[in-house]
Structures are given as structure tokens and as C-alpha cells.
């Protein structure tokens, strides 16, 4: 390898919801990183956008596994649904995701079922296995991780680190460079955020992009001059590499 710092590029929330938008990251994506991006793949988000064995969106999956993307599980429907047990988490899934952090509050049981369905379904479409799972807005909470340390999933990450959950190896770390749209302050601070760490000298630099990001000329700038300024001095990698490493 060039260089021995990497570089890590994420599409989350692929659905058939965001087809277009998921073309537009991914245009922005390649020229920077090639094929080397991982698709986090929502099977139903919010209960109303399924992925369907033979349709033509498992159909563009296929073509994106084949083409050599990694293809990710990202929860099951993303949003959370379930009554907390706790007050800390159900404020923590509250503040930080207003409601998408569906791996949160599952016990161990209704975590293992929604993994093991998801990874069925993008597995029978593919031909492959899945690179990992990742939950949504990156919270897990007790029963998720309990349900992935049985799941054999090679890759699971958060908003600071990369982690093996069959062993609890760390993989990576250091966060996540990441936009936010929902209010003004957010998305002026991710603006921020995002100038800031992509010179960081951190190993493994992940870069995750999503489906609203598009909607905002001043989010595709900063994504853009991010991706240019961190493959500069940095090789794109595939989360898979990490494991290799
Ligand atoms: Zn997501």
C-alpha cells in the first residue's frame, strides 16, 4: 500500500426510499474512492419501504456487491419503536437521533430475531455474506450487543470505534466524520467538525454520508473538499482490510 493511513467511506440508510439520493453519494463517493464503499442497508425502513427478493432494487444490490462494495446490515427498520426500560437511554435515543436509534432499547431476544431476518434477506440477495452490522444512528444497548457477540458478524462500528463483536477486538478508532441537516446549529457545527478532523491524524478515517446530506449545496461542498483533502494523503480501504490488518 501507498500509505499506511486509510480511508473509510460509508453510505448509510440504502433503501428504496433513497434510491436517488443513494446515486448522488455514490457519485459523489467514487471519484475519490473507487469501489472501496460500504452500503449501510436498512431492510425496512420505518416499516414502509421493504426490500423485496427479485426486485429491481435487490437487483442494484447484487450489482453493488458484485462491483466489490461492502453491503452492511444497518438495523431493521432503523426506527425505534420500542418502550425503554431505562430513562437514560430512552433520553440518550431521544436527544441524539429523535427516534432512530432502533437497536437501543431491543432486548437480547428481539436483537438477534431482527439481525438474523435482515442478514438472511441481503445474504439471499447478494450470494455473500454481509461485511457487518452497524446500528442505526450507531447506539447499541445492552441486549444488541449481547445479541451480536452471538451473531458471528465479523464488523460492528459506532460513532468512535470499530470493533469485531465475536471478541471485542478493537479495529479502528477515533470518530466518525458525519453530517447533520435536521436544525441549523447542527448542521453549521458538522460543517465545522467535518473541516477539522479530515486532517486529523487519526489511522483509519471513516467518512459516513447520508441520504438528506444531498438535499444541502453546502453539505455536498464540504463532503466534497473532505473526501478530496483526506485521499490525498490517505489510501481508501474497505472495512473488510481492517480485519485483515
Ligand atoms: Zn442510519
Known amino acids: ?8 467511506a460509508s453510505i448509510h440508510d440504502v433503501s428504496p426510499r433513497f434510491e436517488g439520493e443513494v446515486d448522488r453519494l455514490t457519485d459523489l463517493l467514487r471519484p ?37 462494495f461492502e453491503i ?59 461485511a457487518g452490522f452497524i446500528a442505526p444512528a450507531w447506539l447499541y444497548g445492552k441486549g444488541a450487543l449481547e445479541a451480536l457477540a452471538n451473531a458471528d458478524i465479523p464488523l460492528a462500528e459506532d460513532h468512535f470505534r470499530v470493533w469485531s463483536p465475536a471478541n471485542d477486538a478493537q479495529l479502528a478508532r477515533g470518530p466518525v466524520i458525519t453530517w447533520a441537516s435536521r436544525t441549523r446549529p447542527r ?32 453539505l455536498v461542498r464540504s463532503i466534497q473538499s473532505t473526501l478530496s483533502v483526506a485521499s490525498r494523503t490517505r489510501t481508501p480501504a474497505r472495512y473488510g482490510d481492517l480485519l485483515a490488518a
Open 72 to 130: 452492511f446490515l444497518h438495523g431493521f427498520y432503523h426506527r425505534d419503536a420500542s418502550r425503554h426500560d431505562s430513562l437514560s437511554n430512552s433520553l440518550r435515543g431521544k436527544l441524539m437521533t429523535a427516534g432512530e436509534g432502533e437497536f437501543l432499547g431491543l432486548s437480547k431476544r428481539e436483537a438477534a430475531a431482527r439481525i438474523a431476518e435482515g442478514r438472511k434477506l441481503l445474504e439471499d440477495i447478494t450470494g455473500r455474506g454481509i
Open 32 to 68: 475519490h474512492v473507487g469501489n472501496r464503499i460500504a452500503m449501510l442497508v436498512v431492510p425496512n425502513h420505518w416499516g414502509s419501504a421493504p426490500i423485496v427478493l427479485n426486485s429491481s432494487f435487490a437487483g442494484r444490490l447484487r450489482e453493488w456487491s458484485n462491483e466489490g
Open 187 to 218: 448542521l453549521l457545527s458538522s460543517l465545522m467538525a467535518a473541516a477539522a478532523l479530515r486532517r486529523a491524524p487519526i489511522k483509519a478515517l471513516r467518512i459516513g454520508v447520508h441520504p438528506p446530506d444531498v438535499r444541502h449545496p453546502v
Open 1 to 8: 500500500m501507498p500509505c499506511s493511513r486509510l480511508l473509510l
